[in-house]
């Protein structure tokens, strides 16, 4: 049974840090590449951070660059993103992504919410 489970969400004020797990079980996670993807209220889901199997090879939206670190563990089975510098406008639902060719699986999401 294939799952991804995230945590480390939850409030912050802005200016502060959060560091978002995934979980990965049920499929061999280091062949898969790994992404986090959000959503706000009202907004569509976008892609924030990706990185490729073997973890050599990383992107991120703009809005991100320079503020968020995405990382594995391939040895833990775990995908990592570190956010920091977290503004008002970072607040959504964090979900995890996993992609192998046509294999897609999603975690089922985790709320960071930055606000003072």
């Known amino acids: 049974q294939v799952q991804l489970v995230e945590s480390g969400g939850g409030l912050v004020q802005p200016g502060g840090s959060l560091r978002l797990s995934c979980a990965a079980s049920g499929f ?8 986090w993807y959000r959503q706000a209220p009202g907004k569509e889901r976008e892609l924030v951070a990706g990185i490729a199997s073997a973890g050599g090879s990383t992107n991120y939206v ?38 192998r060719g046509l294999y897609v699986y999603w975690g089922q999401g985790t709320q960071v919410t930055v606000s003072s």
């Open 28 to 35: 061999t996670f280091s062949s898969y590449a790994m992404s």
């Open 62 to 99: 703009d809005s991100v660059k320079g503020r968020f670190t995405i990382s594995r563990d391939n040895a833990k089975n775990t995908v990592y993103l570190q956010m920091n510098s977290l503004k008002p406008e970072d607040t959504a639902v964090y979900y995890c992504h996993a992609r």
